[in-house]
């Protein structure tokens, strides 16, 4: 190929012009950080539930007491119960199989009643009855192990 073939075929490119920039504090980039700057922190909040691990804060009066109890029950399972009592209110934090579970003290003719959404902790004495209301199933009974 000659020299003056080479020539035909070049192209021209169109002159470079310069870049138009914005004033530093109105340039796009920054626009976005003026926006999003105030939602980071709702942002880090609404995700940290789902880091952190469950975290229950109660005040407890002076005359509150905890007692833990394992249950052997007649389906074989071992149940974990701590009793919570604190003035006038009574808690019962029941880990069954997929984790931990808050029940609530509730009026009863005898014992004491716990309700966890459809789940029913009643326990007299030594003695749970352990009661899912969604369930056609048979109510578990559980002791409580010296």
């Given amino acids: 190929m000659s020299h003056g073939a080479a020539l035909c075929v070049k192209r021209t490119l169109p002159a470079a012009r310069p870049r138009a920039t914005l004033p530093a504090n109105n340039r796009p980039e920054d626009a976005m950080t003026r926006h999003a700057a105030p939602i980071l922190p709702l942002l880090l909040a609404l995700a940290a539930p789902a880091l952190a691990q469950?975290?229950?804060?109660l005040p407890l009066a002076p005359d509150a007491t905890m007692?833990?109890?394992?249950?052997?029950?007649?389906?074989?399972?071992?149940?974990?119960?701590?009793?919570?009592?604190?003035?006038?209110?009574?808690?019962?934090?029941?880990?069954?199989e997929?984790?931990?579970?808050?029940?609530?003290?509730?009026?009863?003719?005898?014992?004491?009643?716990y309700v966890s959404g459809a789940l029913?902790?009643?326990?007299?004495?030594?003695?749970?009855?352990?009661?899912?209301?969604?369930?056609?199933?048979?109510p578990v009974t559980c002791t409580a192990r010296p």
């Fill in 54 to 57: 469950p975290m229950l804060s």
């Fill in 98 to 113: 997929d984790g931990p579970r808050i029940f609530v003290n509730v009026i009863a003719a005898s014992g004491a009643r």
């Fill in 67 to 96: 007692t833990s109890v394992t249950h052997d029950c007649d389906d074989g399972r071992q149940v974990a119960a701590t009793y919570v009592t604190s003035g006038d209110d009574a808690l019962a934090l029941v880990t069954l």
């Fill in 120 to 138: 029913e902790w009643w326990t007299k004495g030594d003695q749970v009855t352990f009661i899912d209301a969604m369930s056609d199933a048979d």
